[in-house]
């Protein structure tokens, strides 16, 4: 059984931190890529940074050298920490396990997200809101 769930998250003031965690079920931890997405409001969901199996972590362009992301075998678990943070960071962030590596993962448009779900390739935690103000 695969599952995610998200803790943390709340409220942070712009140039503040932040930060999430994903606690992995075995099934999901056993995937490819574990990684953070986000959907801000009114926007498609998009990727934020995730971690291949090999530890390798990858970070798209509006987050590198601000958010930090860690994986950690022993207990499952996919951290985010989030820095110098922006008002646009304001968002539902949602951890997820795909079967693909993180570079394909994060980079894939909504629309194949969306075909990766309907086909188990990736899975979903309920998402967490994060907010900046």
């Known amino acids: 059984h695969v599952q995610l769930v998200e803790s943390g998250g709340g409220s942070a003031q712009a140039g503040g931190s932040l930060n999430l965690s994903c606690s992995a079920s075995v099934a999901a931890y056993g995937h490819g890529c574990m990684a953070w997405f986000r959907q801000r409001l009114g926007k498609e969901r998009e990727g934020v940074a995730g971690?291949?199996?090999?530890?390798?972590?990858v970070y798209v362009d509006d987050v590198k050298g601000r958010f930090t992301v860690s994986r950690h075998d022993a207990g499952n678990t996919l951290d985010l920490q989030m820095m110098s943070m922006k008002l646009e960071d304001t968002a539902v962030y949602t951890c997820a396990a795909g079967r693909a590596s993180c570079q394909d993962f994060l980079s894939a448009t909504a629309t194949e997200l969306r075909t990766f779900t309907r086909m188990q390739y990736v899975f979903w935690g309920q998402g967490t809101q994060v907010t900046v103000s």
């Open positions: 971690v291949d199996h090999d530890g390798t972590p």
